[in-house]
């Protein structure tokens, strides 16, 4: 396996309810964990993007402004032959990053969503109105206009090969659009009986039938804690850093994968850079 890495910063609050994950990939850029890191030849720091401090405009407008670069960016790094590596910022960053895979893929992929979450929220039935919270809502064609259609018309990926992996807190009007679109959902709960292997091999082989490949978008909050501090919106227990790395290794050494995003690195709230030095082990299981 032969894999050039591009790192793409997506620096952006604006969905989230704290905001300080903004300052998630400015501040992995400056860490002892990217310094390392960046020793590998097969690694670099590309661009990192910033949405628009226009005041006259929304949160919405400023988020879907920020995607369609990040779309942008990410063709243009797989027009160059480079892996793409996302890194957040709050989750709605996802709707920009996806639909640059599914435009440079020329249709829709498959997607595994590791996250404690669903984010399968609209604005009619978010109970918060947090945009972080509607992402893959969007990548599914539902939801605020100006965050659809950024790459392909219609969705940017395929609900028949699109998992939701890890989550454990989430409302049931997001339940419910998942399972009425068919996306299987892979719960914590489920994984804890059914064993993270197991429940995983599902995963990959949903995802592996993508025609045009998969992506792998991590939110960090579907780690436990303790493993993982360093994010706006934790939850009590979730998944093994250990057996997220080795997923993520399998996944690697396969075929299909076409990017990876790693999203919500809250720095303000990193103890002792657990986890900066977590990402940086994440990004090593995809190298050559």
């Known amino acids: ?16 309810q704290d905001a300080g994950c903004e300052d998630g990939p400015v501040a992995f850029h ?8 960046a020793r590998h030849p097969d690694v670099e720091w590309g661009r990192t993007l910033f949405a628009s401090d226009n005041p006259r405009h929304s949160p919405a407008m400023r988020i ?9 960016e990410v063709v243009q790094t797989l027009k160059a032959g480079q892996f793409p590596v996302v890194l957040g910022g709050d989750h709605s960053v996802a709707a920009g990053t996806w639909s640059g895979v599914a435009r440079q893929a020329g249709a829709p992929i498959g997607l595994i969503w590791i996250d404690a979450h669903l984010d399968s929220h609209t604005l009619e039935t978010s109970y918060s109105g947090a945009i972080h919270g509607m992402p893959l809502a969007f990548l599914l064609g539902r939801g605020d206009k100006r965050l659809l259609q950024l790459g392909l018309t219609g969705g940017q990926v395929i609900p028949a090969h699109t998992v939701v992996f890890g989550a454990r807190s989430f409302e049931p ?21 059914r064993g993270f292997q197991t429940a995983f091999d599902e995963a990959m082989a949903i995802v592996a039938g993508a025609p045009m490949g998969f992506g792998v978008s991590l939110d960090l909050d579907a780690l436990d804690p303790a493993t993982a501090p360093g994010v706006g919106s934790p939850e009590p227990h979730g998944l093994s850093a250990t057996e997220v790395l ?7 050494r396969g075929t299909g994968l076409r990017c990876l995003e790693i999203v919500e690195y809250n720095p303000d709230r990193d103890r002792h850079g657990l986890t900066a030095r977590l990402i940086g082990a994440l990004i090593e299981e995809i190298l050559p």
């Open 1 to 16: 396996m032969k894999r050039s890495l591009r790192i793409i910063g997506a620096a952006s609050g604006l969905g989230a």
């Open 30 to 37: 400056h860490s002892q964990s990217w310094h390392e890191l």
């Open 64 to 72: 879907a402004g920020l995607c369609r670069q990040l779309s942008d």
């Open 173 to 193: 009007e997001e339940a419910a659009f998942l399972a009425s679109m068919r996306v299987r959902v892979i719960g914590q709960p489920e994984i804890e009986q």
């Open 246 to 252: 080795n997923g993520l290794h399998r996944l690697a």
